[in-house]
Nanobody, 117 residues
Framework: QVQLVESGGGLVQPGGSLRLSCAAS????????MGWYRQAPGKQRDLVAG???????NYADSVKGRFTISRDNAKKMVYLQMNSLKPEDTAVYYC???????????WGQGTRVTVSS
């Protein structure tokens, strides 16, 4: 079972940047695909970006070119660098293990991102 703790959210103006971090536990973290999801008020939780154990990545169309997912297996960390933020990026962001292109296991508490002037 992977335990996950997200951090790094906050209030930022449109056009600004934030870097989210996800600290994971578990002995086999380096073997796991991981993903960042987000949930805006009244909406479903959707995939933002994913990263496989080998480092290949995928992104939602809405964030391509603005967000970058990365991982540090030695530190058991997953990151989401978010640039050129827009008000529509406002949501609670979660990281999770991904299996078969779907979220697997327990979620962290999430970290809230608010993009507003």
């Amino acid at each position: 079972q992977v335990q996950l703790v997200e951090s790094g959210g906050g209030l930022v103006q449109p056009g600004g940047s934030l870097r989210l971090s996800c600290a994971a536990s578990g002995s086999f973290f380096s073997n796991y695909a991981m993903g960042w999801y987000r949930q805006a008020p009244g909406k479903q939780r959707d995939l933002v970006a994913g990263i496989r154990s080998g480092g290949s990545t995928n992104y939602a169309d809405s964030v391509k070119g603005r967000f970058t997912i990365s991982r540090d297996n030695a530190k058991k960390m997953v990151y989401l660098q978010m640039n050129s933020l827009k008000p529509e990026d406002t949501a609670v962001y979660y990281c999770v293990r991904v299996v078969g292109e779907k979220p697997f296991g327990s979620w962290g508490q999430g970290t809230r991102v608010t993009v507003s002037s």
